[in-house]
Structure formats: structure tokens, C-alpha cells
């Protein structure tokens, strides 16, 4: 299993690579606060996103309403939706014994 480092390592690594970057040359440059989200002295206008017109949107007010009348109406009558117009077919029964054994299979009609 991989071992986690604790967050003392992981600050000593980085504090290391910074060390070996400084050391073989490179440079730390100071910019000022917001600078580094701005593109040639503007903003990345491909990055923000409130920028898009408003989508317009589908009313379902009517569909929701109309679902909702049916629901109301089942509960009245108190039918179930119909699941289809299959015919009926033959359903397997199994006959356990006494100790849950099977003994047989026989075929119900409904």
C-alpha cells in the first residue's frame, strides 16, 4: 500500500525544488496582486463565463400540471395504470416440502 506523505514533507519537498530552481539560475519575479489573471493588461475574456446570453428555457408548467391531474385522478379511482394488453401467461410455481426442499415445479394460470 502507498504510503501518504504528511504535509511537513510535502512543504520540505517544494521548499527544496525552490531551492534547486534558485540554485541552477532561475528567477523569482514579483507581480502585483490580480496581475496574473489579466492577458496583455486585459482579461481573458474566453475564461469567464457570464459573458454567454441567458439560454432560453422550456416551460414545463403545463406538462407538470397535467402529470399531475393523472396522479390525482388515480388516487380517486383507485385504478393502477394498465400494464399492457398481454395475454395472460402460465407463471411457474415451486412445491417445497416440509424441510424447503423442492419437490416439484408445476405451471399456474392466472
Known sequence: ????RSKRELRE????EVRDFLDHG???????????????GRYNDRSLGFEKPRESRTP??????????????????GKKPASGNRPKQPRKKIIYDDFGEPLRVIWEDD
Open 13 to 16: 519537498q517544494l521548499d527544496q
Open 1 to 4: 500500500m502507498k504510503k501518504h
Open 26 to 40: 532561475g528567477e523569482v519575479r514579483q507581480v502585483d496582486r490580480g496581475e496574473s489573471g489579466l492577458v496583455d
Open 60 to 77: 414545463l408548467a403545463d406538462v407538470l400540471k397535467t402529470l399531475e391531474l393523472r396522479k390525482e385522478q388515480r388516487r380517486q379511482t
